[in-house]
């Protein structure tokens, strides 16, 4: 096929001239004569001529067809080219777009967390994770020149994280739930049973002090009690996920599931004692944009 297309491309003047001179041929018999006895002349010549330009134009059709697609699919190929470079720059803005569309549905629960009598919320983002198999504790970016003392207790929209227990000008260290050293007071919501929620550097929190039989059962939600002048009443803490009777002892064996995941935690709200009105900070007394 490639030989022949060659072999017409190199003669292809000579063969348009043959075609152009058997046409007019067959035009002359056709207005020279309208006899019976040139009829048959006159189709078999039609015959011939059909047969012959069918033979030389079926490979120029084939070519043309060929280039044709051939050009379509270089500019398909140019297209999606095109279109790979514009995924690459696109790709970054979405990332981009999704993590602050993220954010922004994080700070809106910030906000729509219930006020607390006396208190004010001041925002934070967490900075910095000092976790480790013997302590669990979070870095926030807000500190003494923010307004943030010792103690101040933090929060999630889903429930307390802990409270501080050191800070700088800039920053502040909190001691979360989790952590072996934090002990707080709490109790049971349904039956109001009084407890001391101890860390164990885990998700889970033992409940210390509660009587064989006390009224506890699996799913019971765990708040603050507001005992011991830290924490004040009625915060989320957890919820009951594991009951066990002791067979020696006077206390039986329950366990809770913080209601915060502080693995995944990125922005808090700091509780402080004022009646002044809520207000947010940023590293080195920026404001932050909510």
């Known amino acids: 096929m490639v030989a022949l297309l060659t072999l017409i491309r190199q003669y292809r003047n000579g063969l348009v001239f043959f075609l152009v001179l058997t046409t007019a041929v067959f035009l ?11 009829g048959i002349f006159q189709s078999g010549l039609l015959e011939a001529i059909g047969s012959v330009q069918h033979f030389f134009l079926s490979p120029v059709r084939v070519f043309q067809g060929i280039r044709q697609q051939t050009h379509e699919l270089m500019d398909l190929a140019l297209q999606n080219q095109t279109l790979r470079k514009e995924l690459t720059i696109l790709k970054p803005i979405g990332i981009q777009n999704q993590e602050l569309l993220l954010e922004n549905n994080r700070l809106r629960q910030l906000l ?38 010792l103690d101040a207790i933090v929060l999630a929209p889903t429930g307390l994280v802990g409270r501080v227990v050191r800070s700088s000008e800039d920053y502040s260290q909190v001691l979360t739930l989790q952590d072996l050293n934090s002990r707080i007071p ?12 101890s860390g ?27 005992l011991g002048g830290v924490f004040v009443k009625g915060l989320i803490v957890g919820q009951v996920e594991q009951v066990i009777p002791e067979e020696v002892g006077l206390f039986q064996k329950v366990q809770a ?11 808090v709200n700091l509780l402080v004692p004022s009646l002044e009105t809520t207000s947010s900070v940023q590293p080195k007394g920026e404001e932050k944009a909510l």
């Open 28 to 38: 002359l018999f056709s207005v020279r004569s309208n006899s019976n006895r040139h």
């Open 200 to 226: 164990r550097n885990s998700s889970t929190l033992q409940l210390e002090f509660i009587s064989k039989d006390a009224d506890v059962r699996v799913g019971d939600l765990v708040l603050t009690s507001g």
């Open 257 to 267: 599931r913080l209601a915060v995941d502080l693995d995944r935690i990125e922005e």
């Open 112 to 149: 729509n967390m219930p006020p607390q009598p006396n208190y004010r919320y001041i925002s934070a983002q967490v900075v910095g994770n000092s976790s480790s198999i013997f302590a669990k504790s979070l870095v926030l970016n807000a500190g003494v020149q923010h307004g943030i003392p």
């Open 186 to 197: 709490v109790m049971i919501q349904r039956s109001r049973v009084q407890s001391i929620a």
